[in-house]
């Protein structure tokens, strides 16, 4: 009678067990269901997931950006100065710049060449001014 008893009770158990399963199944359906309703819910009265303000560091709140198109600059608008660009005026020494190849400066500068011709054309009215002043002595 008891091994009758248990066999029975083992039995209720299995189906007891499959019954739980088919139970869950059902309530998984039915919970999804109702989860995305409740999360419809939640999304219509309390305005959904709350977005995240961006936390900017200091030191890139006041960081300069240097990033814009040559179409949003307005400096060649504003003053005619920036129209031409400045080039340096070596008046002093062998008229080089500090860090920048000799030869090369040499080659592609016009300076060098302009201030002979400038010389060499104040020496030229040197000796007709000096000609001119013998020529006007010997009359």
């Known amino acids: 009678r008891e091994r009758e008893r248990e066999r029975e009770r083992e039995r209720e158990r299995e189906k007891a067990k499959e019954e739980k399963k088919d ?3 059902s309530e998984n359906t039915e919970t999804l269901i109702s989860q995305k309703e409740l ?22 709140k006041f960081r300069f950006a240097f990033d814009w198109e040559a179409s ?6 504003v003053n005619p100065l920036y129209n031409k660009k400045h080039e340096a005026q070596l008046l002093f020494g062998r008229g080089l ?7 090369e400066q040499k080659k592609n500068s016009t300076y060098v060449e302009n201030l002979e011709a400038v010389r060499a054309k ?4 040197d000796v007709d001014a000096e000609q001119a002043e ?4 010997h009359q």
């Open 23 to 25: 139970d869950k199944d």
């Open 122 to 125: 104040m020496a030229e009215e």
């Open 134 to 137: 013998e020529y006007k002595q």
């Open 39 to 60: 999360e419809q819910v939640q999304k219509r009265y309390l305005g959904g997931a709350k977005v995240k303000k961006k936390v900017v560091k200091v030191t890139d």
């Open 72 to 77: 949003e600059d307005t400096s060649a608008d």
């Open 97 to 103: 710049r500090a860090g920048i190849d000799m030869r």
